[in-house]
Structure formats: C-alpha cells, structure tokens
C-alpha cells in the first residue's frame, strides 16, 4: 500500500482531487504508523518505508502549500523561530495535588473521603506513576489538534502548539473516525532515561553543556522558541486525564478514561492500576518503589484518583487542589560511593565553598560526581577524611549532599580536610564572616557559617563571577558576555574591574576565541547601549552583598539617588522597607571600600548614567524622628519609650553637647525623672566622639535630603513639666498627612500625654488618619474623641 501512494512524480500546477485524495491518504498512513511505533512499540513498516512517505508528502506540501492540514506529520520537524509565547488562559484550572508523606498520611486522606461521602465500602482508586516532567494541556476540535499549553501558573500558560506536534507520541489527528467535537486532553511531557543518556552523549561529544537531569531538560526543550529544537529532543506525552469534552459521552471512571485515550491514540502510562482499596495503594507504592530504578522513565512518587467520576463530583475542590486526588512522592535516594577530594571555590562575595569530588554514582536520576559541603562547619560535623566511603542523597533538583560517613570503613592512613586559611585563588586571607544582630537594646556580634576571601575584585575567582553577575539581565543587560568571555577577558588582562568592560576595543574583542567581526560589533554595540540604566538595575548590577533585585528597587523607589544611598547612615538604611541591620551593614561597607569607591567613579566617567534618579521618597520623609534614631542607636537601658522622653526635651545640639543637668529636668509620662541606669548610659555614649559625630551626620544628612522632622510643621515640644496633655490617653491610627506615628506619639509623650495601641473606655482621644482601620468603629463604640492631626497640635498649642 505504501508504495502506491508515490505515483507519477510529473504533477499538475493546481492540486487535483486525486492529488489531495493522496495527501490525506498519506497524512493517514504516516500518523498511524507513527502512532504503532511510539505509543504501541509495534512497527507494522520498516524506517525507510516510512520515511520513503515522508518526503513524498513533504513534496506534495511544497508545491502546494494548500494541502496542508493541522494534522500533517510534517509539522513535527518543526515551524520558524517564534520571537516570544504567547499568553493562554486555561478554561479549566490546571490545579497541583495535596501531598500525603507517609502511609498515615495516605490512610487519614482515604479516612476524609469516606467521611464526606458517607461511605463505609471500600473506595476504588487509579494509581498513577508521577512521571517527573512538564505538565501541558491539549486542545482538539473535530478530532485534529489545535492548541498546546504549559501549566503556567495554573490559571494562565504559555502557547506552544508548534512544539507539541514535534512530540510524535502526541497524535495530531485523533485515531477514529467519530471524535467529539472538541475535548481538552492533558498530560505529562517527559524524556525516557535512553533518551537522555543518548542526548547528553551526543552534547558531551561536541562539548556542548550538559543537561541536570531528565525533567529539566523535558521543561527546557518545551518551552524552545525554535520548534525545530524541541523537534530534536527525545520528547514523550503521557496522557492523564480528559479535562473537556463536547457531543461525546464521557465515560463514566477515569480508568475507562484512560483506555479511551489510549484508543485514540495517545500514550498512556503501562504502569497505572486500579486499587480496590487503601490496602492496595500501600502496596502499590512499595511495589513501585522498589522498581523504580528499572523503569524507562523517571518517576518520583505516586498519584491516587479516586476512580468514580459521580463521586469526584461530590467531592469537588479545594482553592488550589481537588479533594479526590492525592500525590505521595519518594524520598530522596540514597547510594553510598567514595570520597575522593575536596576543592574549594570562590564565590562572587568570597564566599569559600567545599565542594565534595565523588566516584561517580547514579541517584536521584543522574549521574552525581560533586556534592555541596555547605561549609567549614559541615565538614567538621561529617568528620569528614580523604577517601571515606559516604551516603549521598539526591531528589529532584536538590543538589546532591553528603549525609552520613561510613567510619567503620575508614582506612587507617586517612588524612584531615583542611580549610584554607588563604584563598586557593589568590592567596589572600580566608576570613570567618560576622553578622550584627538586635538583641533587646544592644548589638551583638555573631560569627557566621560563611569564611571568605579578602581579596574582593583582586580576586581573579570573584572578578569573574563580579562581571559575570555585572552583565546579567536584571543588570546591565549585555548580550553576549556568558561566563566563558568572561573568564577569557579576565584571563587575558583585558579587563580588572566592570568599568574597563566601557573601554574594551573591537581589536581586543576579535582576540578572544569564538569572535569574529559582526559578533565583535554586536558585543560593543550591547555594552554601548548599556551605559543608560536605571538606579535600581545598577545598584543590583554592583553586586552588594544581600541586596537582590526587588532590595535595589526598594533602595532606588525610596532614597531616589545614587549619591543618598551612598552617603546613608546604616541607621538610615534600615528605615528602607525590607531593609534590615544585616544588609544595611553590608551596604555602607560596600561604599565604604575605597575599591568600589574607585570604580564607580570610573563607570561614570566612562559614560554610564543613571536613569529615572529622583527626589527622596514622601514615603521615606516620614520615617526619620529624633525618638526614633535615639532608640535605634542601641543605647542600653535607652528604649522606645525613654527616647521618646528624651527626644520632646532634647535637640541634637543638645545631645551632642550632652551635660549631666540637662537630664536632671525629663520625666516619664508618670511623672517619674529618668532612672539613673539611663542616665549613665546617656552620658556614656554622648560622651563618645565617634557617637557625636554619627549623630550630627545622621543630622546633617537628613537636613540635606529634606527629610528632618523639624522641616515638617511639627509644632515645638512643650518644656513644662506639666504639659497640655498631662494625663490624657492616645490611640495613633492611620497615615497621618504630616508626621509619622512614631512622631506623633512622641509629640504626645513630651506634652504630657500617654499613647497606647488599644481602645478602651480609658481612651481620652483617638488621633486619626488616612484609612483608619478597626479602630476608629471601637473608638465610637467606646464614646472615645476622634481627632485629626491639625486638632492635635490646636491642643498643644493651647
């Protein structure tokens, strides 16, 4: 039969009948021996017949481009390079499942569908090996596929029909002659363990990267913008689950689902059985978990369905999970090997990082030959020697980690790891990091996990991973700058800091291997229209240690220029919403470094320019108040409270210029003078001329930026002793047009008055803002006064 499909190869200008008769025909014959090869593994024709049809029908397209259908096999070599996905929205949520991690769990999911279907019989379940891919869903109207989409967020997914159909386990034309008039078909894209092994053999012998493992490279090949890449990797669908159907009755348990698709041509897992009950899941589960290993594909755990249809109807659906369906995955493999060295890497902080060199073994679904020792302290923990026999324990994406040492097969002549004491990359000092916490009213030092390299950008190690990070997307964004350029450029001397990357020239571009003239003009063209970047892209492009991209934002949304971020006082900083000690401390000592200093200056100078600089947030304005920088110097025995007190009776002239008598006339809002634990410590810190001159910098700064509390109508604080207020009760709620609540209950503190958070029949006034919240309901319901900011201070004012 195949051979007389080929015919006269003399063919008409215009598609005859008969000519279009044979397209379909051959469209016919090429889909369904496609579908005996890779769904049944049953070849009825051999590779050169099949093929032989191939191009015949590829000829008959190419002459006539209009006896191209949906379903031709040809779309399966793949379509032109699209230049982006497109959004989808799924009509049907493409929900995840509740986990159950243990038999206990399992049970008690069984106990709960029972108890909401009021069943006391035994519930059928369809037992499903997971297969670790990509889920995607299928569209078909008329029996012919049309649409193909990733999961996505489950609500909206991303086009990739042109990628599908390069899928030959996916059938472009459904196998019968009476299909429903549209059905949604979804299912999981995978790669078999062969396949893999073959595809990282062929990328091995060339030198291309290879691929983690199976379901990373299934999800990367996926989502290819070159369908004819996608065409190229070992992909396979197996189909799940029948979503939508139109004019077609649907079958009545998923089971009969599944051999449904299975009649239509799709590949649906041989491993699926139906369990008569939860006995029989639990035996399902150890069953194929032990079989794991010999299977075609990877699997990492198991699915059950509830079989009946009517009865998942019943039971419907969570927010984000059905409560018919349960995933139990497998814990992570275990597989004991050999520990044959340990190298150190540095990272781009410095960061020195043990890295375990393994006797390569498969676990987890891939071949493991490294393993993250995380730190000095974990190989202490592991006690850790040269050539100990070691547990490794991989999952998924989880890097693979040393969980256990075998002692008792530890060899006599074993020698210690050493953690450098210098850099295995430049010799500099290894340092332990330290970290400051907030410890009640006091700082404390914290050494951390973390050693690092002193030796910053004179550090060849971290000048690579500084660049590389430098020219990232979320940075500076310059094309065609990968890690292996940039070890070149840095290996070559061509460039010592990110701002000699703005007087590279095209001779030194055409010196590094894999460059010719246009790439070297389309890397100098990149880096030129780099130089026009937002604040927020360069500071994340400076590679501050902690400070991230959304940090940056926040840092660039708030402060509004280089300069302030620069200048600001870790105090300051910290007033930055997301901001903590930790990172503020590793902001000033980035712009403190003379080095940093130094490129920075030279990045401008050499043309880049921050776009979109701005004035200090009115966000941000509000923060700073003397009560506040008092508490958060971490005065000890100082306080919010105590600050407060201080703040309404003190300047900064004052504090700097502090004497014993000046605290001789402050109270509490009790009556009560300051006890004298405070006052040493006052006079104590005051006393200091490091922290004076911190104080009339904070001072200053804020003065310069427009963010002093004095600029911002706060009325003067009373002196007496007495005050306004004397013995009124506030409660602060809102955002108030000009001060912060924290300057508002200073106010109220230094005229006498006392603020608490909560609404009661001892409430004197409820001091209102914007969007008041709760409070101000309870404030009427309690009969309590609610005031504005502008009544506040007619009160203080008299």
Same mark, same amino acid.
């Given at each position: 039969m195949v051979a007389d499909l080929f015919g006269d190869t003399n063919l008409p200008v215009v598609p005859t009948a008969a000519l279009n008769e044979k397209a379909k025909k051959l469209r016919e014959l090429l889909n369904y021996h496609s579908w005996r090869y890779y769904n049944r593994d049953n070849p009825e024709i051999t590779d050169e017949e099949y093929d032989k049809a191939f191009k015949k029908l590829q000829e008959l397209e190419t002459k006539y481009p209009s006896l191209v259908t949906y379903d031709s096999p040809t779309h399966r070599v793949g379509s032109k390079p699209k230049s982006a996905f497109i959004s989808v929205e799924h009509a049907v949520p493409m929900l995840s499942l509740d986990n159950a991690f243990s038999d206990k769990d399992l049970k008690s999911f069984n106990r709960r569908v029972s108890q909401r279907l009021e069943i006391v019989e035994p519930l059928e379940y369809v037992c499903e090996p997971k297969l670790d891919g990509a889920a995607v869903s299928l569209l078909y109207r008329d029996g012919v596929l049309v649409r193909g989409a990733t999961r996505g967020d489950g609500t909206t997914g991303e086009d990739i029909t042109a990628n599908v159909r390069t899928i030959k386990s996916i059938p472009l034309k459904l196998q019968t002659k009476n299909p429903p008039s549209f059905i949604e078909v979804r299912g999981e894209i995978y790669i078999p363990k062969l396949g893999f092994e073959k595809m990282n053999s062929e990328a091995r012998a060339v030198g291309e990267k290879l691929f983690v493992n199976p379901r990373n490279a299934a999800a990367g090949s996926l989502?290819?913008?070159?369908?004819?890449? =996608?065409?190229?990797?070992? $992909? &396979? @669908?197996?189909?799940?689950?029948?979503?939508?159907?139109?004019? /077609?009755?649907?079958?009545? =348990?998923?089971?009969?689902? $599944? &051999? @449904?698709?299975?009649?239509?041509?799709?590949?649906?897992?041989? /491993?699926?059985?139906?369990?008569?009950?939860?006995?029989?899941?639990?035996?399902?589960?150890?069953?194929?978990?032990e079989i794991r290993d010999q299977l075609p594909c990877d699997i990492d755990g198991i699915v059950y369905k509830l079989n009946k249809f009517d009865l998942q109807k019943q039971l419907g659906f969570i927010t984000r999970a059905p409560r018919w369906a349960i995933a139990r995955k497998f814990p992570a493999q275990e597989k004991t090997t050999q520990l044959l060295d340990v190298d150190f890497q540095v990272g781009r902080t410095g960061a020195i990082t043990p890295v375990a060199r393994l006797k390569p073994v498969f676990v987890g679904g891939a071949t493991v030959s490294n393993a993250t020792l995380h730190n000095k302290d974990e190989i202490d923990r592991l006690g850790l020697m040269h050539g100990d026999m070691v547990v490794i324990r991989r999952a998924g994406d989880v890097i693979p980690q040393?969980?256990?040492?075998?002692?008792?097969?530890?060899?006599?002549?074993?020698?210690?790891?050493?953690?450098?004491?210098?850099?295995?990359?430049?010799?500099?000092?290894?340092?332990?990091?330290?970290?400051?916490?907030?410890?009640?009213?006091?700082?404390?030092?914290?050494?951390e996990v973390v050693y690092r390299c002193v030796g910053r950008l004179a550090c060849r190690a971290q000048l690579k991973q500084a660049i590389t990070h430098f020219v990232t997307r979320k940075a500076m964004e310059i094309d065609g700058l990968g890690e292996k350029v940039v070890a070149q450029l840095v290996d070559l001397n061509l460039i010592t800091s990110p701002a000699d990357l703005f007087t590279i020239t095209k001779e030194q571009v055409l010196s590094i291997e894999g460059f010719a003239e246009l790439s070297a003009e389309n890397l100098l063209s990149s880096i030129a229209s780099s130089k026009a970047v937002s604040l927020k892209r360069f500071l994340y492009a400076l590679g501050i240690p902690e400070v991230g991209a959304g940090t940056a934002a926040r840092l660039a949304d708030e402060l509004g220029s280089l300069s302030r971020i620069m200048e600001a006082d870790k105090l300051l900083l910290t007033y930055v919403d997301g901001v903590g000690l930790d990172i503020a401390e590793e902001i000033v000592n980035f712009f403190s470094d003379i080095h940093n200093k130094n490129v920075i200056s030279l990045l401008i100078n050499r043309g880049v320019t921050l776009k979109g600089e701005n004035d200090l947030s009115d966000q941000y304005k509000f923060k700073p108040s003397l009560g506040k920088i008092i508490s958060d110097l971490e005065i000890p025995h100082v306080g919010d409270k105590f600050a407060h007190f201080i703040a309404g009776k003190l300047e900064v002239s004052d504090l700097i210029n502090i004497k014993p008598e000046m605290l001789e006339d402050i109270t509490t809002d009790k009556g009560r003078q300051l006890g004298e634990n405070v006052k040493i410590e006052l006079l104590r810190f005051f006393g200091a001329e490091k922290n004076k001159q911190r104080l009339a910098c904070i001072d200053n700064v804020l003065r310069k930026w427009g963010a002093h509390w004095s600029e911002r109508g706060v009325p003067a604080i009373n002196t007496s002793k007495t005050g306004f207020l004397l013995g009124k009760v506030f409660v602060i709620t809102g955002t108030l047009p000009s001060m912060s609540r924290d300057e508002a209950?200073?106010?109220?503190?230094?005229?006498?008055?006392?603020?608490?958070?909560?609404?009661?029949?001892?409430?004197?006034?409820?001091?209102?803002?914007?969007?008041?919240?709760?409070?101000?309901?309870?404030?009427?319901?309690?009969?309590?006064?609610?005031?504005?900011?502008?009544?506040?201070?007619?009160?203080?004012?008299?």
């Open positions: 989502r290819q913008l070159d369908s004819k890449i =996608t065409a190229s990797r070992p $992909l &396979e @669908m197996a189909a799940y689950s029948l979503e939508q159907i139109e004019n /077609y009755e649907k079958p009545k =348990t998923h089971l009969e689902t $599944l &051999e @449904m698709l299975k009649d239509w041509g799709f590949l649906v897992n041989p /491993y699926i059985e139906l369990a008569s009950d939860i006995k029989g899941c639990l035996s399902y589960y150890k069953k194929m978990e040393i969980v256990k040492v075998h002692i008792e097969q530890r060899s006599d002549d074993a020698k210690r790891i050493l953690f450098p004491i210098n850099c295995p990359e430049c010799g500099s000092p290894v340092e332990r990091a330290t970290k400051t916490i907030k410890l009640k009213t006091k700082q404390h030092t914290k050494k209950a200073e106010l109220v503190i230094s005229n006498g008055g006392k603020t608490v958070t909560t609404i009661s029949s001892k409430t004197s006034f409820l001091l209102a803002g914007e969007k008041p919240g709760s409070k101000l309901k309870k404030a009427i319901e309690h009969g309590v006064s609610v005031i504005s900011e502008d009544q506040l201070i007619e009160m203080i004012k008299g």
